[in-house]
């Protein structure tokens, strides 16, 4: 997925809290062989060679993410695609199906080019998250390039996991306790992140963060962010009350949704 991931375990003794992260590490591996894109064999990478009418059977990761995005971008409006940087080759969206019953995909026109940049870090801190309650460490915080943030329950004595807006040094920490917290901005990479309704460049130019109870919602709802007008904004929050987006323009701060900010640390 290009970019880097942290595991944290609290509360637990130290040989066992080092087993569950290698078991962790392990899992992380096996979802990059299914979601990434630079994989020639993945699933990803696969479906990019099918042709309209053609369906191809996934592996349960892959086809659990995908589910999750085509329910995301029905949330957001169209704000959030897992398909947008098809636009870069095509001049519209590819259309595609999931077929439940066989775990399958099938395209019904234009060229599945799929990037799960915007959802994948988010979907595998999800499943990296119920691997350690299966393995009873239900104290943890995992980090995905610094822009996805997944804590479980607060270690002990303590509010929650402190976590700051940018970077580790961020003025600004909250206490995160099972819940997620993703940001998405041009600073980094520039003017990566396309609308997928026009194939434009994002118009808001500032960075954003959201709040989710998944990581994978909480990374595509950023994304979307980025993209959606306040009114169509208020529109989607409306509908999801486990929902926050806040932006920083020109050093006021604005918040939307019906979520609570958490305690800052």
């Not at 001049?91 to 019953?101: D, G, I, K, V």
């Not at 999800?126 to 299966?134: H, T």
């Not at 976590?163 to 997620?180: E, Q, V």
């Amino acid at each position: 997925m290009a970019t880097y991931f942290q595991i944290r375990i609290a509360d637990e003794d130290e040989a066992y809290a080092s087993q569950a992260a290698q078991a962790v590490l392990d899992l992380l591996d096996k979802l990059e062989t299914h979601l990434s894109r630079f994989r020639a064999n993945s699933d990803i990478a696969r479906i990019a060679e099918l042709a309209p009418g053609e369906k191809m059977r996934l592996n349960e990761p892959t086809y659990a993410c995908l589910e999750i995005a085509k329910k995301m971008e029905l949330a957001t409006l169209g704000g959030f695609s897992a398909t947008a940087a098809a636009l870069q080759m095509q001049s519209a969206l590819p259309h595609w199906s999931l077929l439940p019953e066989e775990l399958s995909i099938r395209c019904e026109g234009g060229h599945l080019l799929f990037d799960l940049g915007a959802i994948g870090k988010g979907f595998a801190l999800d499943r990296m998250a119920e691997l350690l309650r299966r393995w009873d460490c239900p104290s943890y915080l995992l980090v995905a390039g610094g822009s996805s943030i997944l804590a479980g329950e607060a270690p002990n004595g303590a509010g929650g996991w402190s976590c700051g807006l940018g970077d580790d040094n961020a003025p600004r920490r909250f206490l995160l306790t099972d819940t997620s917290l993703s940001g998405s901005g041009l600073a980094v990479k520039g003017s990566h992140i396309l609308d997928p309704r026009t194939g434009r460049p994002a118009p808001r130019q500032n960075r954003c963060w959201a709040l989710a109870d998944t990581a994978a919602e909480s990374d595509a709802l950023s994304t979307a962010c980025m993209v959606l007008t306040e009114q169509e904004l208020d529109q989607v929050l409306a509908q999801n009350q486990s929902w926050l987006c806040f932006f920083e323009t020109d050093g006021i701060e604005q918040t939307m949704g019906g979520r609570s900010l958490p305690p800052q640390a």
